[in-house]
């Protein structure tokens, strides 16, 4: 019984780290893999680094972008899913 009193805090600490901290960053994860999936050409999208354009093309990982400066070539991963909402909220 003494060694599972020795053990009790530090498994509430994990439980605690678990509900605060892995299972949200696990529920985001699954959110932004489901945003990438669903984008479709002519979605308006803005980048992690900050170029707004619309999906000209997609591919299996990659996405043509058409900006006012031309079509990039950018991985699914790259685009922002707040970002994005947020412009097309707007």
């Known amino acids: 019984m003494g060694q599972l ?12 780290i678990y ?3 892995i299972r949200p960053q696990q529920k985001r994860a ?16 803005v980048t992690k680094s900050g170029l707004h354009g619309k999906v000209a093309e997609l591919a299996e ?3 043509i972008i058409e900006t006012m400066s031309g079509k990039l070539k950018m991985e699914r991963s790259a ?3 707040e970002l994005s909402a947020a412009l097309n909220k707007k």
Not at 30 to 45: P, Y
């Open 30 to 45: 699954k959110n932004e893999k489901e945003f990438e999936s669903n984008l479709k050409v002519g979605d308006k999208i």
């Open 79 to 81: 685009i922002s899913m």
């Open 19 to 21: 509900f605060f901290m």
């Open 61 to 63: 990982t990659t996405v």
């Open 5 to 16: 009193q020795q053990f009790l805090p530090f498994l509430l600490m994990f439980v605690v």
